[in-house]
Every structure is written in structure tokens, then in C-alpha cells.
């Protein structure tokens, strides 16, 4: 088992910066892919970042690329993601989740532990 919480998220303006975080606990936080989705209103789960255990392979959305980045710190049981230039179509729910597959996958039904998600709204 591995339990995830997420904190960092808030009210922020266009055009700024978000640190997202989550911290895991219980087995071994380095054994998993991690990945970092959001839902926003009206909307389906969808994917935004992944990095492998080791931290050498990330991925991204399209729609978050050049402005997010995944980085893990396995000796503190962490994941974050940075987000720059944030738009008011980065509002959502932000979720951390946890696999245990050698690479992050863009889907939800991969993953195998959740966080509660963290709030991120930007304003125009």
C-alpha cells in the first residue's frame, strides 16, 4: 500500500507559477512510476505528467509541455510538479498517483494508488 498526499495548489493569476507536491508513504516510494493528473469542472481525468522510479524518463501532455516540469526526490518520499505560465485552463483538481510499472502511462486505469488531489484555480 502507498498513500498519497498532495498540497501546493491555490489561487493564482495567469501567467503565474505553481509547486505541487506529494508526498507518499508506506512501501518503498522509489519502487514506483509516478504521475501527476488534474479534472477540471465538467471534465474527465486527464494526464499531465510521469517519471519513472530512477527519475531518468518524464513525460507530458501537449497541452502542459514547456510549461510543467515532473521531478521526484526518492530520499524524501516526494513528487513534484512544477507549472509555469499557468492559463485559466490549467483550473482543476491536481492528482498524484502511483504504479508499479517502470514507465508512467497516460492512463488513469494504469495507476494504482491516488491521492485526494489538491485545487489549482487561475484567474484572467
Known amino acids: 500500500q502507498v498513500q498519497l498526499v498532495e498540497s501546493g495548489g491555490g489561487l493564482v493569476q495567469a501567467g503565474g507559477s505553481l509547486r505541487l507536491s506529494c508526498a507518499a508513504s508506506g512501501r518503498s516510494f522509489s519502487w514506483y512510476t509516478m504521475g501527476w493528473f488534474r479534472q477540471g469542472p465538467g471534465k474527465e481525468r486527464e494526464f499531465v505528467a510521469a517519471?519513472?522510479?530512477?527519475?531518468?524518463?518524464?513525460a507530458y501532455a501537449d497541452s502542459v509541455k514547456g510549461r510543467a516540469t515532473i521531478s521526484r526526490d526518492n530520499a524524501k518520499n516526494t513528487v513534484y510538479l512544477q507549472m509555469n505560465s499557468l492559463k485559466p485552463e490549467d483550473t482543476a483538481v491536481y492528482y498524484c498517483?502511483?504504479?508499479?510499472?517502470?514507465?508512467?502511462?497516460?492512463?488513469?486505469?494504469?495507476?494504482?494508488?491516488w491521492g485526494q488531489g489538491t485545487q489549482v484555480t487561475v484567474s484572467s
Open positions: 498517483a502511483a504504479r508499479s510499472g517502470i514507465r508512467g502511462t497516460a492512463l488513469p486505469d494504469d495507476y494504482d494508488y
Open positions: 517519471i519513472s522510479w530512477s527519475g531518468g524518463d518524464t
